[in-house]
């Protein structure tokens, strides 16, 4: 049977990290995985997140399964911090997942169930799980533009002009808060004319809220997708935990399904039961409980907030200095939109060839479209991307 199996396309992300770590460079510089690193090139475990796993290992009896869509108090605590009070509760079924990309692929399969003819609509550029998913799963797909490459800025009008032609039924993917990989978000009344556009089509918002804390904080970060579960009657929300918690290896994600009333939302959270069931049965539950014991302890979650708070500044902080020295480096100002972009990306404008001269000539590792992870930065380091970039000939 296996000799029929062929070879599967590399994982350009993946790739590039085999290809950091067999590089002999003291100086390198690894800008490709999406993973917070402190100056000292550390991901390290949060204050919050050892505390709340010492209570947990302590007063823990039991290691039984949870329920199919996991604990009931995880996801109270996730459709708070996401939703606040935005949409009634019994409006909203939930289903924890293996991370943020097990709640992508748990909502396309959902979309699948419910609409199979529907188109799934995908900002140029995004995330390569996305398409890789859909493709997958054998869905129909489409893009709509968003990144001008000469701005560096959102491309509002080929976006409006896009959406502008999406059918009924059809899903728009949206990245809620610091799109990956581009840095660069919608404005707040920018928003509200993409709502408009695909409400006016009516279409159904699939949210991918990734990175809420990055950006411009717990709140603002949130309001984009609180607008958009304000103004439909059907949503769906895949959030992750990775990032604002720094639980990575724990793969804590939650898929929020909102229904435009509370006899939908009940078949709705049945349907995401089922499809739990059919992919993985019960969801991971350590991650999940570590975060609904931080958010519902309010010692715990204000020492959570104060430490994400702690990152959000220090990667603007960088992505100022980023921007100074290139200022001073290029004598021009065509690279201050990476002090203007938010999370843990941009996407500066280099041409494949040089992102390849960076990493031959100055051991700097970004992805090939030239995203880079500002996270994977210090203050030692800045200087020397900020050169590479100008000798490159960004």
């Known amino acids: 049977m296996f000799e029929t199996l062929k070879a599967q396309p590399a994982d350009k992300i993946l790739s590039l990290m085999a290809a950091y770590r067999a590089d002999p460079r003291d100086t390198k510089v690894d800008l490709g995985v999406g993973v917070y690193k402190d100056a000292s090139g550390n991901t390290p475990v949060m204050r919050a997140v050892k505390e709340a796993e010492r209570r947990i290992v302590a007063d823990q009896t039991t290691k039984a399964y949870t329920g199919l869509a996991g604990d009931p108090a995880f996801a109270d605590a996730m459709i708070d911090l996401v939703l606040a009070d935005t949409v009634q509760r019994d409006r909203i079924a939930a289903i924890a997942t293996p991370g943020g990309t097990g709640a992508i692929r748990q909502a396309l399969e959902l979309?699948?169930?419910?609409?199979?003819?529907?188109?799934?609509?995908?900002?140029?550029?995004?995330?390569?799980?996305?398409?890789?998913?859909?493709?997958?799963?054998?869905?129909?797909?489409?893009?709509?533009?968003?990144?001008?490459?000469?701005?560096?800025?959102?491309?509002?009008?080929?976006?409006?002009?896009?959406?502008g032609t999406v059918a009924p039924g059809d899903v728009v993917l949206l990245h809620g808060c610091c799109h990956n990989p581009t840095g660069a978000n919608p404005t707040a009344d920018q928003?509200?004319?993409?709502?408009?556009?695909?409400?006016?089509?009516?279409?159904?918002?699939?949210?991918?809220?990734?990175?809420?804390?990055?950006?411009?904080?717990?709140?603002?970060?949130?309001?984009?997708?609180?607008?958009?579960?304000?103004?439909?009657?059907?949503?769906?929300?895949?959030?992750?935990?990775?990032?604002?918690?720094?639980?990575?290896?724990?793969?804590?994600?939650?898929?929020?399904?909102?229904?435009r009333e509370a006899e939908e939302a009940k078949l709705t959270q049945a349907n995401l039961n089922f499809l739990n069931r059919q992919n993985?049965?019960?969801?991971?539950?350590?991650?999940?409980?570590?975060?609904?014991?931080?958010?519902?302890?309010?010692a715990l979650r204000a020492d959570w907030e104060a430490e994400l708070e702690e990152t959000r500044n220090t990667m603007l902080a960088l992505r100022q200095q980023l921007a100074d020295e290139l200022r001073q480096r290029a004598n021009d100002d065509r690279f201050d939109f990476v002090a203007q972009h938010r999370g843990m990306f941009s996407r500066i404008g280099a041409s494949p060839a040089e992102v390849e001269t960076?990493?031959?000539?100055?051991?700097?590792?970004?992805?090939?479209?030239?995203?880079?992870?500002?996270a994977g930065l210090n203050a030692d380091t800045v200087p020397l991307l900020a050169q590479a970039i100008v000798d490159a000939g960004v």
């Open 111 to 163: 979309i699948r169930i419910a609409s199979p003819d529907a188109t799934v609509w995908l900002s140029n550029p995004t995330w390569p799980n996305h398409p890789s998913i859909i493709k997958f799963l054998g869905m129909k797909m489409q893009e709509y533009r968003y990144f001008n490459d000469s701005t560096r800025g959102v491309d509002f009008d080929g976006l409006i002009a896009d959406l």
């Open 358 to 374: 960076m990493r031959d000539k100055n051991g700097i590792y970004m992805v090939g479209d030239s995203r880079m992870n500002i």
């Open 191 to 259: 928003w509200d004319q993409i709502i408009a556009v695909i409400k006016d089509r009516g279409a159904v918002p699939l949210v991918d809220i990734a990175y809420q804390g990055f950006g411009d904080g717990l709140q603002d970060d949130a309001a984009a997708t609180r607008k958009v579960a304000a103004a439909f009657d059907n949503v769906l929300i895949a959030a992750s935990c990775s990032k604002n918690f720094g639980i990575y290896r724990e793969r804590t994600g939650i898929l929020m399904g909102i229904a």
């Open 280 to 298: 993985y049965s019960f969801p991971p539950d350590h991650g999940a409980r570590v975060v609904s014991t931080i958010l519902t302890d309010p």
